[in-house]
């Protein structure tokens, strides 16, 4: 049994699972391969894949408020901002400098170190964003093949960790697994014109992902899509989800399986308005998620 | 832009003993697939049995080379005095 009185966030990797209990504790289920568990003991070959929750050991006083997992990594968000991280680090993505000999975190480390208190986290397949309790600076780890971390302007501040400013505080911090997107407050005044809407995106477009068609595949600066009244978002592997306050849903990017919601399974590069929540009322849509290739709407 | 969904190196991928494939995971949810044996044959192409995605698997052709097909090499031969 888990204590506590119930589970306040679920976090699920390739093949982990991460929850967190209204006390602030996290429990851990799946594969250890990569020390993606954060429980010491775990083979490193994975031969044996834990059965049930155990309690992921964690510095004392620690309290978690978020906890986030990449496809082979995990993040833990503490009450005082700090970040904490383990498993798969090859590519740097818990924003330590990567052991080439022993690629692999297996226990619960302070990985924000030299950065001032965080608000969000979010995982992607080998990078991690964070978004400090300013919301508007933004720091992101790991690989960078596709512009994951962030516009070309972006610089190094501490470990891996590179940062860049957001032009409106952010609302919500996701990732797809190759790119990043932030939801920001409404617009004020004259960012319209500016072009700044309330949706920053980076990282991989091939497919759609950044709502605009990109040269090389990638975004290798911020990138504004304007949907208006967007209240919620949530990435799949390759597309993004985003619910308006009418009810309303939007979707781009990777659609080979219909997942971002157009039947002719061509990938979407400018938002579809999936569910019109505004033309029908009774029928609004209230709560939005979404797998690696799947999405779902709660209307 | 290459057409495959990425290049990934062979010690990123897991590797299943029992039916000797490696395995790395799709964005769709399933998992791209190529086989010790095909490894051994010198291709590099691991498939989705659930998309159209394509993994190129980046590795060293001399550390999977089926060993009965190695030719004896005559000058290891050890001489006995």
């Known amino acids: 049994m888990i204590p506590g009185s119930y589970v306040q966030q679920v976090a699920c990797g390739w093949n982990h699972t991460l929850l967190l209990n209204d006390l602030g504790q996290v429990y851990a289920a799946g594969s250890g391969t990569f020390g993606q568990l954060g429980i010491a003991g775990v083979p490193a070959d994975g031969s044996i894949a834990l059965g049930g929750w155990t309690q ?3 510095p004392v006083g620690s ?11 995990s993040l833990a968000l503490d009450q005082d901002g700090l970040v904490y991280g383990w498993g798969a680090n090859r590519c740097g993505q818990l924003g330590i400098p990567p052991d080439k000999r022993s690629p692999n975190i297996p226990t619960m480390a302070l990985v924000s170190q030299g950065l001032p208190p965080i608000a969000m986290i979010a995982c992607g397949r080998s990078h991690s964003i964070l978004v400090a309790q300013d919301r508007r600076t933004v720091f992101v780890a790991g690989q960078d093949k596709y512009a994951q971390c962030g516009p070309a302007t972006s610089h190094m501040v501490a470990g891996t960790w590179r940062t860049f400013q957001l ?9 797809g697994w190759d790119f990043g997107a932030i939801l920001l407050g409404e617009p004020t005044d004259g960012d319209e014109e500016r072009g ?8 991989r477009g091939d497919h759609g992902q950044v709502a605009q068609r990109v040269e090389n595949g990638c975004l290798r600066d911020l990138g ?6 967007v209240c919620d978002m ?10 308006t306050q009418d009810g309303s849903v939007y979707m781009w990017g990777w659609n080979e399986h219909g997942n971002a919601g157009n039947p002719n399974l061509e990938n979407i590069f400018t938002p579809l308005c999936v569910h019109d929540g505004h033309g029908n009322p009774d029928n609004r ?15 | 832009m290459s057409s495959y969904y990425d290049e990934i190196e062979i010690e990123d991928m897991e590797f299943d003993e029992e039916n000797e494939i490696y395995t790395y995971p799709c964005p769709c949810g399933d998992r791209f697939v190529i086989s010790l044996e095909e490894l051994q044959n010198g291709d590099d192409i691991a498939k989705c049995p659930s998309c159209s995605l394509l993994l190129k698997v980046v590795y060293d ?5 089926a060993e009965d097909d190695e030719p004896i090499e005559l000058s290891t031969a050890i001489t006995v005095a």
């Open chain 1, 167 to 175: 032009p409106r505080d952010a609302i919500k911090a996701c990732s």
């Open chain 1, 196 to 203: 700044i809407g309330n949706v920053v995106v980076w990282g």
């Open chain 1, 56 to 58: 992921v050991p964690a």
């Open chain 2, 61 to 65: 052709a001399d550390d999977f080379a």
């Open chain 1, 224 to 229: 504004y899509i304007a949907v208006a009244g």
């Open chain 1, 234 to 243: 949530v990435c799949g592997s390759s597309h993004v989800v985003a619910l």
């Open chain 1, 63 to 73: 309290v978690f408020v978020r906890i986030a997992c990449g496809i082979r990594h």
């Open chain 1, 285 to 299: 849509a209230v709560s939005i998620g979404c797998g690696y290739g799947n999405s779902y709407v709660v209307s």
